[in-house]
């Protein structure tokens, strides 16, 4: 089950209280400020607060605010909240996980192997698990790494509706864990991943600077996943900045993420996929120009305008990020290269840095590059 968003306010104040950050006597933030910190409701935060008070941790004054409590069970309850969700830790040394959602030649390969031989560079062995994209593989992969002693964890979360709240436990009992590839929004664990938003509003650029004005934009559901959100927010700021409509229905949001799937699983959801954007295709022929927020959707969507007869790009252009990394070759598709060696070998950087006890950035952004092709071309008079 998800943590509640109450509980997570609730546990980041009491965090601070067991650090010390927070001492008797000390104003905790607002309602307002809690909200906004962790991006929820004010009524969430009050809930939060509420529940604090009836622990007898903090001690709220109408007007004033709320304050660290000098009642004695607060050091008992906070003891208790600790014992019971703390995870036991027992590190080994020399030895960090990192948990993928799996890894392709496209993007995720050269990831993995960054995280490896940085690692190796610090003297440290990597203990490697694929959770093939499912969030329950992920918690128990979290548990068992802690549990066989690594010091700490590099993860790559997989797509959901719901973030793992075991990643929340770690940061709050303080483990040393940093995420690649996305982060929580509202949440302070460390992260290293590409600037979406910048990546995507220069792909559009791209689209927009040839002509077109009828693009599409595909993806998996963003909700809960920081980097097709991004990627989403970019697309729609490059419309904004350039004056121009952007119309909600060419904005497919339904594909399902095929990357780490295999067998009679991802057959059905590949037919599904090819069925969806056939239809999209079929019903707006005025677009003359494709965003894929995966490779793997931008493969789809090649095939499906192959098999209605449109030639790329005379009749339609189309862009994505990442590709194959090949280098006797030019690429298939204008893309967004993500610098997967830099996120990695950072991660693992501010990962030791997390270990030997010191304070890294929340967020680490790495430079993209935009990588043209014969994929996209000016739309025809």
């Given at each position: 089950m998800p943590v509640p968003l109450y509980k997570m306010v609730l546990e980041s104040v009491i965090d601070e209280i067991r650090s010390n950050r927070l001492k008797v006597g000390d104003k905790v933030l607002s309602e307002k400020a809690l909200a906004e910190k962790f991006g929820v409701?004010?009524?969430?935060?009050?809930?939060?607060?509420?529940?604090?008070?009836?622990?007898?941790?903090?001690?709220?004054?109408?007007?004033?605010?709320?304050?660290?409590s000098s009642h004695t069970e607060t050091s008992n309850n906070v003891t208790k909240l600790t014992q019971?969700?703390?995870?036991?830790?027992?590190?080994?040394?020399?030895?960090?996980?990192?948990?993928?959602p799996g890894f392709a030649d496209t993007y995720g390969a050269t990831l993995v192997h960054a995280v490896e031989k940085r690692a190796w560079e610090h003297g440290l062995y990597v203990m490697l698990?694929?959770?093939?994209?499912?969030?329950?593989?992920?918690?128990?992969?979290?548990?068992?790494?802690?549990a066989?002693?690594?010091?700490?964890?590099?993860?790559?979360?997989?797509?959901?509706?719901?973030?793992?709240?075991?990643?929340?436990?770690?940061?709050?009992?303080?483990?040393?864990?940093?995420?690649v590839d996305r982060y929580l929004p509202g949440v302070p664990v460390p992260s290293v991943h590409t600037d979406n938003v910048a990546a995507a509003e220069e792909?559009?650029?791209?689209?927009?600077?040839?002509?077109?004005?009828?693009?599409?934009?595909?993806s998996p559901p963003p909700e809960s996943t920081s980097s097709i959100e991004d990627r989403l927010l970019g697309f729609s700021h490059s419309f904004a900045k350039n004056r121009m409509a952007m119309y909600p229905q060419n904005v497919v949001t339904?594909?399902?993420?095929?990357?780490?799937?295999?067998?009679?699983?991802?057959?059905?959801?590949?037919?599904e996929d090819l069925e969806l954007i056939r239809s999209f295709v079929e019903e707006h022929p005025e677009i003359t120009a494709f965003l894929a927020c995966e490779y793997e959707i931008m493969l789809l969507i090649e095939k499906v305008l192959s098999q209605l007869g449109y030639n790329i790009p005379s009749q339609c252009s189309v862009a994505c990020f990442d590709s194959p990394r090949n280098t006797t070759a030019p690429s298939r598709f204008t893309h967004i290269d993500q610098d997967e060696n830099q996120?990695?070998?950072?991660?693992?950087?501010?990962?030791?840095?997390?270990?030997?006890?010191?304070?890294?950035?929340?967020?680490t952004t790495i430079p993209h590059t935009l990588v043209r092709s014969a994929s996209t071309a000016p739309v025809r008079d």
């Amino acid at each position: 089950m998800p943590v509640p968003l109450y509980k997570m306010v609730l546990e980041s104040v009491i965090d601070e209280i067991r650090s010390n950050r927070l001492k008797v006597g000390d104003k905790v933030l607002s309602e307002k400020a809690l909200a906004e910190k962790f991006g929820v409701s004010r009524i969430t935060s009050k809930h939060a607060l509420n529940k604090l008070q009836e622990m007898g941790v903090i001690t709220r004054v109408r007007g004033k605010g709320s304050f660290v409590s000098s009642h004695t069970e607060t050091s008992n309850n906070v003891t208790k909240l600790t014992q019971e969700s703390r995870p036991q830790m027992s590190v080994r040394e020399g030895v960090i996980g990192m948990i993928v959602p799996g890894f392709a030649d496209t993007y995720g390969a050269t990831l993995v192997h960054a995280v490896e031989k940085r690692a190796w560079e610090h003297g440290l062995y990597v203990m490697l698990k694929d959770t093939y994209g499912y969030l329950n593989v992920e918690e128990q992969a979290i548990s068992d790494m802690v549990a066989r002693g690594c010091g700490g964890l590099v993860i790559f979360p997989v797509h959901g509706e719901r973030y793992n709240e075991r990643i929340l436990r770690l940061q709050l009992d303080h483990f040393p864990v940093v995420l690649v590839d996305r982060y929580l929004p509202g949440v302070p664990v460390p992260s290293v991943h590409t600037d979406n938003v910048a990546a995507a509003e220069e792909l559009t650029d791209h689209l927009i600077e040839m002509g077109h004005r009828n693009i599409a934009f595909v993806s998996p559901p963003p909700e809960s996943t920081s980097s097709i959100e991004d990627r989403l927010l970019g697309f729609s700021h490059s419309f904004a900045k350039n004056r121009m409509a952007m119309y909600p229905q060419n904005v497919v949001t339904e594909v399902h993420s095929t990357l780490t799937l295999d067998g009679s699983e991802k057959t059905q959801l590949i037919q599904e996929d090819l069925e969806l954007i056939r239809s999209f295709v079929e019903e707006h022929p005025e677009i003359t120009a494709f965003l894929a927020c995966e490779y793997e959707i931008m493969l789809l969507i090649e095939k499906v305008l192959s098999q209605l007869g449109y030639n790329i790009p005379s009749q339609c252009s189309v862009a994505c990020f990442d590709s194959p990394r090949n280098t006797t070759a030019p690429s298939r598709f204008t893309h967004i290269d993500q610098d997967e060696n830099q996120i990695g070998m950072t991660a693992v950087d501010l990962l030791v840095a997390r270990m030997k006890g010191e304070t890294v950035p929340v967020a680490t952004t790495i430079p993209h590059t935009l990588v043209r092709s014969a994929s996209t071309a000016p739309v025809r008079d």
